[in-house]
């Protein structure tokens, strides 16, 4: 209610005095208020789309003759998951700031970083980097306690550590000293910002076959198993640490880069706003 709350008070705030102040509203939140008020505005709105659809959301665009609100989504697979409800949606992929994720020297070991959720599958990247005979460092926030200790704890030791929740320039540094990342999503990731962070660090990325990471990587940076198939994800890594960091680095340069994301933005609110 509190989120609710918030969103309401927001947008009234919007309808009340927002031409006064703003050119466009960009609408990042997954709450279906800013969606459904829209037309109470009197400026564009655009929301991105960072999900796979969802009921509240869709409703709030559905019960509306005419919605007003421009979409974006971040990947084409995100697109084409909302285009039946938002058939105009265009795509503005997410970036990352290049500077930031410099490029490492690599190492001996694996890398896996992310929210320690059961979506994300951390125990796949244990399972796979076990079988492949390589050490594993695991990095990012336990977002789901039981998980953590039933499911990826039993597999720690023997190679696979848990290094805890890193600040950037600390988790850049593991990424950048690692031979590759694995990238294990258990639901149809959206974009996966991983992927992009590891390539900008020059690691290679050896993945599932899920939502958006197809798009993202190629045979030059990356290798992509079926979804869910750990043993076909563990043949894969040997092949994945042999490839090129600077091809890497290079993909993340033209595909991932935060100003590539600015600029269609930039474009956009130049559009709406004229």
Not at 12 to 29: K, Y
Not at 127 to 132: H, I, M, P, T
Not at 183 to 193: A, K
Request: proline share 8%; hydrophobic share 40%.
């Amino acid at each position: 209610m509190a989120e609710h709350h918030a969103c309401l008070q927001l947008m009234l705030g919007l309808a009340r005095d927002g031409e006064e102040r703003f050119d466009v509203v960009h609408n990042n939140s997954l709450h279906h208020l800013p969606v459904a008020m829209a037309p109470a505005l009197r400026l564009p709105v655009v929301t991105t789309l960072h999900t796979p659809p969802t009921p509240w959301l869709e409703s709030a665009v559905q019960s509306q003759d005419h919605c007003p609100v421009t979409f974006t989504a971040v990947s084409a697979h995100t697109a084409k998951a909302w285009r039946a409800t938002v058939p105009a949606v265009r795509v503005v992929r997410n970036g990352v700031d290049t500077r930031r994720w410099p490029v490492g020297p690599g190492g001996p070991h694996l890398v896996w970083s992310g929210r320690i959720v059961p979506e994300k599958g951390p125990h796949l990247a244990a399972k796979a980097a076990r079988r492949a005979r390589l050490p594993l460092h695991v990095a990012g926030p336990v977002g789901d306690g039981r998980y953590f200790a039933d499911r990826l704890a039993p597999l720690l030791g023997n190679g696979v550590e848990y290094v805890g929740h890193l600040g950037r320039d600390d988790l850049a540094q593991l990424v950048g000293g690692a031979a590759a990342a694995l990238v294990t999503p258990c639901w149809d990731e959206p974009y996966g910002v991983v992927v992009a962070e590891a390539l900008a660090c020059g690691t290679p990325v050896c993945g599932f076959d899920r939502g958006a990471l197809g798009e993202t990587l190629t045979p030059d940076c990356g290798r992509i198993a079926p979804a869910d198939h750990v043993d076909a994800l563990a043949d894969l890594i040997h092949e994945t640490v042999r490839l090129d960091r600077g091809t890497a680095r290079e993909r993340a340069e033209r595909y991932c880069w935060l100003d590539t994301m600015t600029d269609g933005y930039t474009a956009l609110y130049e559009e709406l706003a004229a």
